[in-house]
T-cell receptor, first 113, second 108 residues
């Protein structure tokens, strides 16, 4: 079934550790995104990619990095996790950025202790 | 002023009721509009796009008012399964903005 796959589903991580959240889509969408969602704050964009080989910063990029080596994969890395990065992380993709709707993965629940 | 604003609710309605949500946006050049549904602790799912002439999908009707810069979602004959948070999304110039959502609770 076409869609977006995120891994892991959930993770408990010690502060200071490095962590990569994985995201893969098989819809051949050009644009991909990482959001975090916290109670009362809605979805906030961390990083995005308009197409393979390009990335851009969203509204809350600090402490996170991404890469887009190919069309399908868009991993999100926390170089040194902090408790404030405890959140639910959603990866999403769309045919193009800015006009077409987003399709979301199931999310990764991350707890940084 | 926020780029996209929604009443957080909750809207408490009985089964069978009709309920409507609005979503206002600040950028008059916005191009595309969508409604998403999000269940507790799940990913947002596309409910419907919003077209200039308005559009309907079963019990759901979406409308766009460019003059007043808002979109609306009308749900008729509410079901218990409609209980969720409804997010509006406004796009334009390679930028996509989510509202914080309106929570709907449908009771028996």
């Amino acid at each position: 079934i076409a869609g977006i796959t995120q891994a892991p589903t959930s993770q408990i991580l010690a502060a200071g550790r490095r962590m990569t959240l994985r995201c893969t889509q098989d819809m051949r969408h050009n644009a991909m995104y990482w959001y975090r969602q916290d109670l009362g704050l809605g979805l906030r964009l961390i990083h995005y990619s308009n197409t393979a080989g390009t990335t851009g910063k969203g509204e809350v990029p600090d402490g996170y990095s991404v890469s887009r080596a190919n069309t399908d994969d868009f991993p999100l890395t926390l170089a040194s996790a902090v408790p404030s990065q405890t959140s639910v992380y959603f990866c999403a993709s769309s045919r193009d950025r800015g006009t077409s709707p987003l399709h979301f993965g199931n999310g990764t629940r991350l707890t940084v202790t | 002023r926020k780029e996209v604003e929604q009443d957080p609710g909750p809207f408490n309605v009985p089964e069978g009721a009709t309920v409507a949500f609005n979503c206002t946006y600040s950028n008059s050049a916005s191009q595309s509009f969508f409604w998403y549904r999000q269940d507790c602790r799940k990913e947002p799912k596309l409910l419907m796009s919003v077209y200039s002439s308005g559009n309907e999908d079963g019990r759901f009707t979406a409308q766009l008012n460019r003059a007043s810069q808002y979109i609306s979602l009308l749900i008729r004959d509410s079901k218990l399964s409609d209980s969720a948070t409804y997010l509006c999304v406004v796009t334009g110039f390679q930028k996509l903005v989510f509202g914080t959502g309106t929570r709907l609770l449908v009771s028996p």
